[in-house]
């Protein structure tokens, strides 16, 4: 299809969906089309899911749920007041998951944390977040 033809659909109001070309593909970028957006709008429903973490072993419940692309608020307190070593190794596990996945982590506070699926990153202010909830949890353990 010429110029001519696309301005004439342009004009018209011709759905891009009808689109289609007769000679080969190569050296053509694919552009998204209305039904490619409209399937965008029709994507799965994410969550924020919140969890306390108790224990080493509700490591895999906020994972599954941030693997599924939902986004975690995890409360690590009840965990902290059990026993800081645990809790420096189930946030370990859990900063691990999140490395490999591409997702992201941050402190909220002194008791929370935040976990993104790979699709969502956490804007951060200089020496607030993760690392800072890190040092925090090393120094009570000395």
């Not at 029709?42 to 969550?47: F, I, K, S």
């Amino acid at each position: 299809m010429g110029i001519k033809g696309f301005l004439t659909k342009l004009v018209t109001g011709g759905s891009q969906d009808t689109y289609s070309r007769t000679r080969g593909t190569e050296g053509y970028v694919r552009l998204e089309t209305e039904a490619d957006f409209a399937a965008g709008l029709n994507a799965p429903e994410r969550y924020v899911s919140v969890y306390k973490l108790r224990g080493f072993s509700d490591v895999d419940g906020c994972t599954g749920q941030l693997s599924e692309g939902n986004i975690v608020l995890l409360d690590i307190k009840p965990l902290a007041d059990r026993s800081m070593t645990e809790l420096k190794h189930a946030i370990d596990e859990i900063k691990e998951i999140c490395v490999s996945m591409g997702a992201d982590i941050a402190g909220l506070g002194e008791n929370h944390l935040i976990l993104t699926p790979p699709n969502v990153k956490i804007l951060r202010a200089k020496g607030d977040g993760f690392e800072s909830t890190m040092k925090r949890i090393r120094s009570q353990m000395a």
